[in-house]
């Protein structure tokens, strides 16, 4: 491999970088673990490193696009390093990759975590040698799948836990499918040895996460029981559930998050993708706008304050001027309190990219910004819901003020006016909320004894 240099003395130095998704940050902790046991020194991505590790992201054509730019960029700025791609678009654009050149190892995703001793001789850490490759490859494919590693490494304060991997929904617009394969599940009892683990190093709060997290299934324990044994697991911290779509398995969810709500965060981040019935058959998104209102209405009721969060694809093909005013007016009526907003991009090899009506980029950037405008009336509405009530923020960060920043369990980011002065991060504070600081940002003062 042209690009690779010798390994000095000292340990080999590896820096990681997780484009898009949170399932692509928890990967990047497992992969980071992985290299420490190896005998690798992890160092920050902008350092100097022998081995640069990339997890990639093609959701979208903008998205390959940004890990071509980031390759060739780390490329120019390390020539004598190893680089190594993996994720899903080293997965969907392999053949692409390995005549490309810029990187000088291309890894899919079921060997992501089985490839240390395809390195270079002479950067392959002694550790790696006795590392199965082909059995942690085909272990990754089974619907029951299992980590050696903890995401993360040492770091605290939150931790990305990948429970799930792989869809079947195929909605038109989406590749995922082709990158991740059909869904599988981590074995229940690897689940929970991982996050004893994190506990153990310091971890305050738990991030549960996949690519359908809600179709977790391990021999017949679903997301449900899931969460139920987690939150009866001993110690000062608490759980979080990443994006969910809606379904059958949300009502359990629920349920199990109203059974501990000391535990639990109250926030669930439930995608829409539009809000007209014909875009949503186009887009294969298996409910109409009312079973998503129907479900979002009943979580709201038995979770009273649920912070509700969603996503939403602008300018989608057949999205006339009339049917976006329409589904504007029905969003208004959900009780979200904050969006994510995607302009559509036409992703080679999905059906929606063929799909006649396709809309202008300048039109769908005006639909962006319009329902951006909508998404900070929600947050500005659902943050005044909250003032005057405490919160428990885990600190995180100071501000430019010495100010401490961290995040409730709402999902709020709160700044603490005046945390007590043996604060430090990684500390749950009682918060009373005072002001609205704009979006999901409210700033508040210490309510501890």
Same mark, same amino acid.
């Given at each position: 491999?042209? =690009?690779?240099?010798?390994?000095?003395?000292?340990?080999?130095?590896?820096?990681?970088?997780?484009?898009?998704?949170?399932?692509?940050?928890?990967?990047?902790?497992?992969?980071?673990?992985?290299?420490?046991?190896?005998?690798?020194?992890?160092?920050?991505?902008?350092?100097?490193?022998?081995?640069?590790? $990339?997890?990639?992201?093609?959701?979208?054509?903008?998205?390959?696009?940004?890990?071509?730019?980031?390759?060739?960029?780390?490329?120019?700025?390390?020539?004598?390093?190893?680089?190594?791609?993996?994720?899903?678009?080293?997965?969907?654009?392999?053949?692409?990759?390995?005549?490309?050149?810029?990187?000088?190892?291309?890894? !899919?995703?079921?060997?992501?975590?089985?490839? #240390?001793?395809?390195?270079?001789?002479?950067?392959?850490?002694?550790?790696?040698? &006795?590392?199965?490759?082909?059995?942690?490859?085909?272990?990754?494919?089974?619907?029951?799948?299992?980590?050696?590693?903890?995401?993360?490494?040492?770091?605290?304060?939150?931790?990305?836990?990948?429970?799930?991997?792989?869809?079947?929904? =195929?909605? &038109?617009?989406? $590749?995922?499918?082709?990158?991740?394969?059909?869904?599988?599940?981590?074995?229940?009892?690897?689940?929970?040895?991982?996050?004893?683990?994190? @506990?153990?190093?310091?971890?305050?709060?738990?991030?549960?996460?996949? $690519?359908?997290?809600?179709?977790?299934? &391990?021999?017949?324990?679903?997301?449900?029981?899931?969460?139920?044994?987690?939150?009866? #697991?001993?110690?000062?911290?608490?759980?979080?559930?990443?994006?969910?779509?809606? %379904?059958?398995? @949300?009502?359990?969810?629920?349920?199990?998050?109203?059974? =501990?709500?000391?535990? $639990?965060?109250?926030?669930? =981040?439930?995608?829409?993708?539009?809000?007209?019935?014909?875009?949503?058959?186009?887009?294969?998104?298996?409910? *109409?706008?009312?079973?998503?209102?129907?479900?979002?209405?009943?979580?709201?009721?038995?979770?009273?304050?649920?912070?509700?969060?969603?996503?939403?694809?602008?300018?989608?093909?057949?999205?006339?001027?009339? @049917?976006?005013?329409?589904?504007?007016?029905?969003?208004?009526?959900?009780?979200? !309190?904050?969006?994510?907003?995607?302009?559509?991009?036409?992703?080679?090899? *999905?059906?929606?990219? *063929?799909?006649?009506?396709?809309?202008?980029?300048?039109?769908?950037?005006?639909?962006?910004?319009?329902?951006?405008?909508? %998404?900070?009336?929600?947050?500005? &509405?659902?943050?005044?819901?909250? #003032?005057?009530?405490?919160?428990?923020?885990? *600190?995180?960060?100071?501000?430019?003020?010495?100010?401490?920043?961290?995040?409730?369990?709402?999902?709020?980011?709160?700044?603490?006016?005046?945390?007590?002065?043996?604060?430090?991060?990684?500390?749950? @504070?009682?918060?009373?909320?005072?002001?609205?600081?704009?979006?999901?940002?409210?700033?508040?003062?210490?309510?501890?004894?």
């Amino acid at each position: 491999m042209p =690009h690779s240099a010798a390994v000095p003395p000292a340990a080999p130095r590896a820096a990681l970088f997780a484009l898009g998704c949170r399932l692509n940050q928890a990967e990047i902790g497992l992969l980071a673990d992985q290299l420490r046991q190896a005998g690798f020194r992890i160092v920050a991505w902008e350092e100097p490193a022998e081995l640069l590790v $990339i997890n990639s992201c093609t959701v979208t054509a903008a998205a390959a696009a940004k890990t071509r730019n980031l390759v060739r960029r780390t490329r120019r700025r390390f020539p004598e390093a190893c680089i190594v791609l993996t994720g899903c678009d080293a997965t969907v654009a392999a053949e692409q990759w390995a005549a490309d050149g810029a990187p000088d190892l291309v890894v !899919a995703n079921p060997e992501k975590h089985a490839w #240390l001793d395809r390195l270079p001789a002479r950067l392959r850490p002694p550790a790696a040698e &006795s590392q199965n490759s082909g059995a942690a490859a085909a272990a990754a494919r089974e619907p029951g799948f299992r980590f050696p590693g903890v995401a993360g490494g040492r770091e605290k304060t939150r931790a990305n836990l990948k429970i799930q991997e792989g869809c079947d929904v =195929h909605c &038109s617009y989406c $590749i995922i499918p082709a990158a991740r394969g059909r869904p599988r599940s981590r074995e229940f009892a690897d689940t929970l040895r991982e996050v004893r683990t994190l @506990l153990e190093r310091g971890a305050r709060e738990i991030v549960l996460t996949g $690519i359908n997290t809600g179709l977790y299934d &391990s021999g017949g324990k679903r997301l449900p029981e899931l969460l139920a044994a987690l939150a009866a #697991l001993p110690g000062e911290f608490r759980l979080r559930v990443s994006s969910l779509e809606p %379904g059958p398995i @949300l009502p359990a969810v629920v349920a199990v998050m109203a059974a =501990h709500p000391a535990r $639990i965060c109250p926030h669930l =981040h439930l995608p829409l993708q539009a809000a007209d019935d014909r875009i949503l058959r186009l887009m294969r998104r298996p409910y *109409t706008f009312a079973e998503y209102a129907q479900q979002v209405a009943a979580a709201i009721r038995r979770l009273p304050g649920l912070c509700l969060g969603s996503d939403l694809i602008a300018g989608f093909p057949g999205e006339t001027a009339e @049917l976006f005013a329409a589904g504007l007016e029905k969003l208004r009526q959900l009780p979200l !309190a904050y969006l994510h907003v995607f302009s559509f991009s036409p992703r080679p090899g *999905t059906l929606a990219a *063929t799909l006649p009506g396709q809309i202008p980029a300048g039109e769908c950037r005006e639909r962006v910004r319009t329902l951006e405008a909508q %998404g900070e009336r929600f947050a500005q &509405s659902y943050v005044a819901s909250r #003032l005057g009530q405490t919160v428990q923020v885990l *600190t995180e960060s100071r501000d430019g003020a010495g100010r401490w920043r961290g995040t409730s369990e709402q999902f709020l980011e709160v700044t603490v006016l005046d945390a007590p002065a043996d604060t430090a991060a990684n500390r749950f @504070l009682p918060v009373r909320l005072e002001r609205a600081l704009g979006g999901r940002a409210a700033g508040g003062r210490y309510a501890g004894g």
